[in-house]
């Protein structure tokens, strides 16, 4: 069956830096997603990668490697307000969106 | 500013009434709008996808007969949650992308939560 991994839960200090990591099994790959999702509020895009490799995009950074079915987001220079939830997403061969359960990123000050 | 626009956020209902969420896409014609359900820390559910013009498509174990989806023009979505019961209670969210076969992001609307008293 298609499957999305990630952990349920991190916690990090403010002004560090974070990885949150996430694996797939889909069938066919077409490409990754990560989810910023604040509790009580809909998901907003933060990243799409398809090509192996890093992506940066200010403080978020996407990482993708599709022969270890894996993808990490880093997030630096941490802030209060990344206190919220991630997802993992993936397009399968059908472009069916597959959604992991998310990782709820807890900042202390 | 916002893609996709979703109302009402919040709406608690009793039993056995029905419930009608709308979904708008704000800057672009959407032929395709996507409805989720997402139970507390829990991911996302897809329910149905919706299409401009023609019968939603529903995902295994969602029933169509309660969770009615018209999508009547190109920039309106409705779910309808009919005789809601308590277990309907939960967020739900549409969400679009721009363009036809486009992979691009997912525009999500703001949610809606449901409590069936």
């Known amino acids: 069956g298609q499957n999305i991994d990630q952990p349920t839960e991190m916690t990090a200090t403010e002004g560090a830096i974070v990885q949150i990591n996430c694996t797939y099994q889909?069938?066919?790959?077409?490409?990754l997603f990560w989810y910023q999702q604040h509790a009580g509020e809909a998901p907003t895009f933060l990243s799409y990668n398809v090509l192996d490799g890093l992506e940066e995009k200010g403080r978020f950074s996407s990482f993708l490697s599709r022969s270890k079915g894996y993808s990490y987001l880093l997030l630096k220079e941490l802030q209060m307000k990344d206190s919220a939830s991630y997802l993992c997403a993936a397009w399968d061969s059908n472009y069916q969106l597959i959604w992991g359960a998310g990782t709820k990123l807890i900042i202390k000050p | 500013g916002a893609v996709v626009s979703q109302h009402p956020s919040w709406v608690i209902c009793k039993s056995g009434t029905s419930v009608k969420i709308e979904c708008r896409s704000l800057d672009f014609q959407a032929t395709t709008m996507f409805w989720y359900r997402q139970f507390p820390k829990q991911s996302l559910m897809l329910m149905a996808t919706?299409?401009?013009?023609?019968?939603?498509?529903?995902e295994q174990g969602v029933e169509k007969d309660k969770f009615l989806i018209n999508h009547a023009s190109l920039t309106l979505s409705t779910l309808t949650v009919t005789s809601a019961h308590p277990e309907d209670s939960s967020f739900y969210i549409c969400?679009?992308?721009?363009?036809?076969?486009?992979?691009?992001?997912?525009?999500f609307g703001e949610g809606s939560r449901l409590t069936v008293l």
């Open positions: 919706s299409n401009e013009g023609s019968k939603a498509t529903y």
């Open positions: 889909t069938s066919g790959f077409n490409g």
């Open positions: 969400s679009t992308r721009r363009g036809q076969g486009d992979t691009g992001e997912l525009f």
